[in-house]
């Protein structure tokens, strides 16, 4: 996912309240001036480029960007096995491993989702969530160039993912040039089925980047469980803000508030 699938998807998720983030929302930013920079050129590259093209991808017929969004999507998931063996997630490996044989098969090449028909879902993964699974913390909040939001941790797992695609060792040369240009179109399309919600947060709201910066960590905590600690236990604030400083930590949080303290004592019910 990319200007991401899985900020777009996030921006759903995180209003529509699916789940609260961990560590309280904890955000760590020490890169944020560079971030924001980036965060502008990817909103003005979303204004002059992304959003026009999704727009116009709207007009195209539902057949014809149905089978582009799933041809990327069935080439992703050779390297969503590979990961999933590597959290020891047979299960997730293996569904993945069936969908990939049956649409490439079935589905002539992926152009056609036949194992969603069949309700053989996707289990989503990347390398970052392996590192997660492994233990390895988040770090600080990145914005990549034309990439969007992302960790230290994500950003070390799709260079991975990238670099290690081992979709590189099933596909023909003739399929092969064909794949890149499929994924962008996919997130050019997928963006602009959510037109609505990201141009919401992007040009409406007061600060597009802290929002953006928000409802990715949020979703993508969510995505990655409480397995995947977000960040250095020594840089997590774990106090509740509403507890009361003054409050007995042994106090019996069923207790009566209104009991008379001495009625043990004097013998009165």
């Known amino acids: ?11 759903l ?9 961990q560590h309280g929302g ?7 001036e560079s971030n924001r920079q980036t965060h502008a050129f990817n909103k003005a590259l979303d204004e002059a480029v992304f959003r026009p093209l999704s727009r116009g991808g709207n007009a195209v017929p539902k057949e014809v960007t149905g089978a582009v969004v799933d041809f990327a999507e069935n080439t992703a998931l050779p390297g969503m096995v590979v990961n999933g063996v590597l959290q020891g997630d047979l299960e997730s490996a ?10 490439t098969t079935v589905g002539i090449g992926g152009l056609i989702d036949v194992a969603d028909r069949m309700k053989i879902y996707e289990r989503e993964t990347d390398f970052g969530a392996t590192m997660a699974r492994w233990g390895i913390p988040e770090g600080a909040y990145v914005e990549l160039p034309v990439y969007g939001p992302s960790t230290q941790r994500d950003t070390f797992g799709l260079v991975v993912d ?3 695609d081992p979709l590189q060792l ?14 962008i ?19 409406e709201s007061a600060d597009s980047y802290a929002i953006t910066r928000q409802m990715y960590l949020q979703n993508r905590r969510f995505e990655l469980g409480r397995n995947a600690p977000a960040v250095p236990s020594t840089q997590v604030d774990t ?22 303290p001495y009625a043990d004592l004097t013998g009165e019910q």
């Open 1 to 11: 996912m990319s200007t991401r699938t899985a900020v777009l998807i996030g921006f």
């Open 13 to 21: 998720l995180a209003v529509a309240g699916c789940s609260a983030p």
């Open 26 to 32: 904890f955000v760590h930013d020490p890169f944020e």
């Open 94 to 103: 293996g569904i993945n491993t069936v969908r990939f044989l049956i649409n």
């Open 162 to 164: 990238v670099v290690f």
């Open 170 to 183: 099933f596909v023909p040369d003739v399929i092969e040039p064909y794949i890149a240009p499929s994924r």
């Open 185 to 203: 179109a996919g997130e050019v399309i997928t963006r602009g089925r959510f037109s609505t919600s990201v141009d919401t947060v992007l040009y």
């Open 239 to 260: 106090a509740d803000p509403y507890a009361d400083p003054y409050a007995d930590p042994y106090a019996d949080p069923y207790a009566d508030p209104y009991a008379d």
